[in-house]
């Protein structure tokens, strides 16, 4: 399954941590026949004390900034250059504008990177990395630095929850199958384990055993069944539509594990993530569509700041970028 077409890959400072993440990414290109582009993004430079704008101190500066990574992105390059097709790319101004601005530009379908910080999990919040993670229009993968090897179990978090809007329904149902068809792609092409998970909760339930409502234990036991029941029907329904989309001979090697957990996602999906001692998680990042500049649902930024491995996250198709190529 050649799922990525035209690959951007964001250099970090570090030669250690850029070495590792273009390794991974030539690895992705070469497996899915796809175009692989480096980018660096070097810092604007402005007007210092003393020193007009636009001015030939601030244009050599910048200059050499540019020219001093250029070599950087050869260097980077020179290992691979007979197993995949590299372009290399040295532009000016905000990181994850710069990259947005590259994606709009080239047409790019998946963005990797590492994260800026090695504790970018702590420091999340606020950063160039969530800011890519909620604006860009196409998959991004943030890459555990110094994260060696194949991964050996990828994660799939899916919503099959149909209990929203109508107009939201189709939506999600779209971006669980996008969640589905990356992590299945990556399972393969890495021989490792996939393990599906959905969280669902029994709305209602605590109200209904409280004392105002007082519901008969038998009636509420009834209710979260029927509930429990129906989310697994749609969780092995969307693996069925993955595997039918496999085939039978990838299904029988992939064999993915489905997870159904009682209780709100942001508490156990990274529960259990960290006890599969997950190396990838695959999961949607926004939950409503068509919305310019929308932000990165509750939930999922919530499991972001508990957990320790890659993360790869999709948008909904119809999300719009509040950044343009113009502004």
Known sequence: MNRFR??????????????????RAVALAEHNQARLTLLDVVPQVTAGIGMPEGGPISRDLQAWMVNEREPFLSALAAPHVQRVGIQS???????????????????????????????????LFGSDDLHLLRKCPCPVWMIKPRSSGKFGCIVAAVDVDDSYPADEIEGRRTLNRQVMEMATSLALSEFAELHVLHAWEAIGEGAMRSGFMRTEEERVKAYVQEVERHHEENLDALIQETTDRLGPEATRYLKPKAHLMKGWARKEIPTLIRKLGADLVVMGSVGRTGISGLLMGNTAEMILTQIDCSVLAAKPQGFVSPVTLES
Request: hydrophobic share 45%.
């Open 89 to 123: 790319r040295v532009v000016i101004g905000i990181p994850f504008i710069a990259v947005i601005r590259q994606v709009l530009r080239e047409g790019c379908d998946l963005v990797i990177k590492a994260p800026e910080d090695p504790g970018w999990l702590d420091r």
């Open 6 to 23: 035209n690959i951007l890959c964001v250099i970090s400072p570090t030669q250690e941590d850029s070495a590792a993440v273009v390794e």
